[in-house]
């Protein structure tokens, strides 16, 4: 049973910093791509940023330069560390499990709600 369990989440103030947790079970980590999606009120759920392979990153523009993702291979862990939050950043975040090879295989977390107030 695969589980992508999300913490880190709360409220802060702009400018302020969050650091959110992903940790994942019964998956092989290194054979997905992770990544972290949000959706804020009234909006379409979007890409915030993913890795694969430990290396390769990618972020949404609006993110650039103040989020980072990383991960840790042996908790099987991804992190996102997000710094100079802005309100518009005010969302659900989710953390995504992608597989990477083989058959389509795709997994979600529960989400943990990030407001930043102005």
């Known amino acids: 049973q695969v589980q992508l369990v999300e913490s880190g989440g709360g409220s802060v103030q702009a400018g302020g910093s969050l650091r959110l947790s992903c940790t994942a079970s019964g998956i092989i980590f290194r054979t997905y791509a992770m990544g972290w999606y949000r959706q804020g009120p009234g909006k379409q759920r979007e890409l915030v940023a993913d890795?694969?392979?430990?290396?390769?990153?990618n972020y949404a523009d609006s993110v650039k330069g103040r989020f980072t993702i990383s991960d840790d291979n042996a908790k099987n862990t991804v992190y996102l560390q997000m710094n100079s939050l802005k309100p518009e950043d005010t969302a659900v975040y989710y953390c995504?499990?992608?597989?990477?090879?083989?058959?389509?295989?795709?997994?979600w977390g529960q989400g943990t709600q990030v407001t930043v107030s102005s």
């Open positions: 890795i694969s392979s430990g290396t390769t990153t």
């Open positions: 995504n499990a992608r597989a990477t090879a083989g058959r389509y295989r795709e997994y």
